[in-house]
């Protein structure tokens, strides 16, 4: 196997657990009067994306992105705050319209990395297409959901972070490597 590609795989997949420490979510205007013009303005927006939504990242939340790209809440603290039943979770709109966040969805984005790295350095045949499916599974279902709770995320003043666009980034171009490889050991 190319050194190259294995560690630029594994490169990508170290990116995608880093960015698990780096911030998940932010938070928007405080005040409603510029909550309700941004959430106005952002639905806007989203009209013209067709589907580039699934591998863009939204204007206004790009522009909340590289206002303050460090600030916010880890995927870390998420787990650390989905520990305590007794408090509601922060992120609960950001994956979903339900109020309550499966836990799974805290760990999908660096364990799919991880898996998909596994996949790509111990396995050949199939186990590529394994990893393939698992990486870009996490990543369609993720953002799926990150577009079906918008409306929540827009009312509720919060924004993805640099974290978790890193993970989701990572998961996208671990995806391409695998199936490439996949592709590539047919030809052997």
Known sequence: MNRFALSFVWLIAGLALAAFFLPWIQKGPKDVPSLSEYTVRALAMEEDRDYWRFLSIPPEERKQLLNQPFSGI??????KSWKKPAQPLPGASLFSTKKNLNPFWIFAVPAAALLGALFFTLTSGWGPFVGMSASLGVYLTVR???????????VSGLHIGLGL????????????????RWVLGFFK
Request: aromatic content about 16%; proline content about 0%.
């Open 165 to 180: 666009w890193i993970g989701l980034y990572a998961l996208l171009a671990l995806s391409l490597c695998l199936s490439i």
């Open 74 to 79: 880890s995927g870390f603290s998420l787990w």
């Open 144 to 154: 799926w959901n990150l577009q079906e709770a918008l409306i929540d995320r827009l």
